[in-house]
């Protein structure tokens, strides 16, 4: 059986705000569930935790081809010394 959490639990194990997991809830950032009547009560599986960390983590920084700089253009607001 998968483990459901409440608001305030998930935010605790992300180390965030309460409003902030509310409105990854808004904007459909986190998988979850309603339970109940009307609006119902979120739950969030303990396995959307893992895929929200996998797709909120950035990987190593690769090195950037020509291609990709060419199409930046020049950086005219960093100063390189």
């Given at each position: ?45 303990e ?35």
């Amino acid at each position: 059986m998968v483990k459901l959490f409440t608001v305030k639990e998930t935010a605790g194990l992300l180390n965030v705000s309460i409003d902030l997991v509310y409105q990854l809830v808004a904007c459909r950032k986190i998988r979850h569930e309603r339970i109940g009547l009307g609006r119902g009560r979120i739950r969030i599986p303990e396995d959307a935790l893992d895929e929200f960390r996998a797709r909120a983590t950035i990987g190593p920084i690769q090195e950037a081809s020509e291609k990709s700089l060419a199409r930046i253009g020049p950086l005219k607001h960093l100063k390189i010394s």
